[in-house]
């Protein structure tokens, strides 16, 4: 649990407006919606039914339920939501500051230590949340190639700030490869696509041959914003073993809001490759 003081959550209480039951001006399904984008967490799942249910208690029900890391990305969240420039929005911000400072995030339960360790850390911080905001005018364009172009340049600076030795697109015998990046000593190809529908099953027959073309140990991640459609997902295990796995717009925007650090989402999607052959996984599956 969060180790909120009664002053703290009083402040946050006063600047949100949550006298009134309310929360700023969420709607029950926009505040599902938001927190559900900041931390990948159900905010009706009833755990966080506290009291009368209102979208305030259950803000408090979250606030003593989830960890200093957790609070702090979705206060941070709502903060930038409310865009408010007062003394109290200072103060509460100064708390977020503190949440993640000192929650068992990256700088305390990774046995970070120095100055250099958490300037690097913090720089890192300030990288994703750059990447998100481009993330979120991606979404928006209406050119889905440049939309494409943009995810590409996106991804490669997503894998240089967790130093995973992306490379860039290449081509190999007359084909597009959209990269490939190292995790601990194995090598992965990449595939990425921002197009506004969920992808057919051509998408992913036509990566899992790029992938069958090359070792037998070769791997692959198949980043698609918008999903792929269920027939997809059924055809790509159909008769043979999957060799990669996709990730998702969801799955992208939780790692950015560093719900769950990058090498961390790889790792657990691996495994779950592995033992139970599965290439779609929601993010609620892996907190």
Not at 69 to 80: I, K, N
Not at 98 to 108: A, C, Y
Not at 143 to 169: C, K, M, V, W, Y
Not at 191 to 205: G, M, Y
Request: aromatic share 10%; net charge negative; hydrophobic share 35%.
């Amino acid at each position: 649990m969060s180790d909120l003081s009664f002053n703290e959550r009083r402040k946050f209480e006063e600047l949100l407006g949550m006298s009134t039951g309310y929360v700023s001006d969420f709607s029950n399904r926009t505040f599902a919606e938001f927190i559900l984008d900041s931390t990948g967490l159900d905010i009706y799942d009833p755990s966080y039914n506290y009291g009368s249910g209102s979208k305030a208690n259950r803000l408090r029900a979250f606030w003593k339920k989830q960890d200093n890391r957790t609070v702090g990305t979705l206060m941070s969240a709502l903060l930038d939501y409310h865009n408010g420039t007062g003394d109290l929005d200072q103060q509460c911000r100064r708390i977020v500051a503190r949440l993640l400072d000192d929650s068992e995030g990256p700088l305390h339960g990774m046995g970070i230590n120095t100055k250099e360790q958490c300037t690097d850390l913090r720089r890192r911080s300030e990288t994703l949340q750059q990447l998100k905001e481009e993330l979120f005018h991606l979404h928006a364009q209406t050119d889905r190639s440049a939309a494409g172009i943009a995810l590409e340049h996106l991804l490669n600076r997503l894998f240089e700030a967790f130093n995973l030795h992306p490379r860039q697109p290449f081509r190999v015998v007359g084909e597009q490869i959209d990269g490939s990046f190292e995790l601990d000593a194995q090598v992965y190809l990449l595939e990425s696509k921002s197009e506004q529908n969920p992808l057919p099953e051509a998408d992913l027959l036509v990566f899992r041959g790029k992938i069958e073309g090359r070792s037998t140990f070769t791997r692959g991640v198949f980043v698609a914003l918008n999903d792929f459609t269920q027939p997809a997902r059924d055809a790509v295990t159909r008769g043979k073993a999957p060799s990669f796995f996709v990730m998702n717009g969801h799955d992208l925007l939780m790692i950015l809001s560093e719900r769950i650090s990058l090498p961390d989402f790889l790792r657990k999607r691996v495994r779950l490759l592995a033992e139970e052959g599965r290439v779609c996984v929601p993010f609620s599956e892996l907190i």
